[in-house]
Nanobody, 126 residues
Framework: QVQLVQSGGGSAQAGGSLRLSCAAA????????MGWFRQVPGKDREFVAV????????MYADSVKDRFTISRDNAKSTVYLQMNSLKPEDTAIYYC???????????????????WGQGTQVTVSS
């Protein structure tokens, strides 16, 4: 079992910044690829970013590239999403997720992730 507990988020003006955190417990965090997704009511869960287990490789959705940064601190078993230059269309519930497969990879498909955080609301006003 893996428990993912999210913190951060909230409200910001367009052009502002927010940071999300996701702390993991229960299994060896350093083996997991970690992703961030977001969802708005009535739409599918959307990929945002993913980071490799060691933190050397990342992948981003085109919509957030050059504005968002995913990072991790394996000593703290925590993954972060730094969100800069926020836009109203970034408004969503954001979820962190763990891909605990032995042979992980940079996945944008949410079906490849087997543990999820509780979600946190991010609201960006114009």
């Amino acid at each position: 079992q893996v428990q993912l507990v999210q913190s951060g988020g909230g409200s910001a003006q367009a052009g502002g910044s927010l940071r999300l955190s996701c702390a993991a417990a229960g299994r060896t965090f350093t083996r997991f690829y970690m992703g961030w997704f977001r969802q708005v009511p009535g739409k599918d869960r959307e990929f945002v970013a993913v980071i490799s287990s060691g933190g050397s490789r990342t992948m981003y959705a085109d919509s957030v590239k050059d504005r968002f940064t995913i990072s991790r601190d394996n000593a703290k078993s925590t993954v972060y999403l730094q969100m800069n230059s926020l836009k109203p269309e970034d408004t969503a519930i954001y979820y962190c997720a763990a891909d605990t497969r032995i042979a992980g990879s940079l996945q944008s498909d949410h079906h490849e992730y087997d543990y999820w955080g509780q979600g946190t609301q991010v609201t960006v006003s114009s």
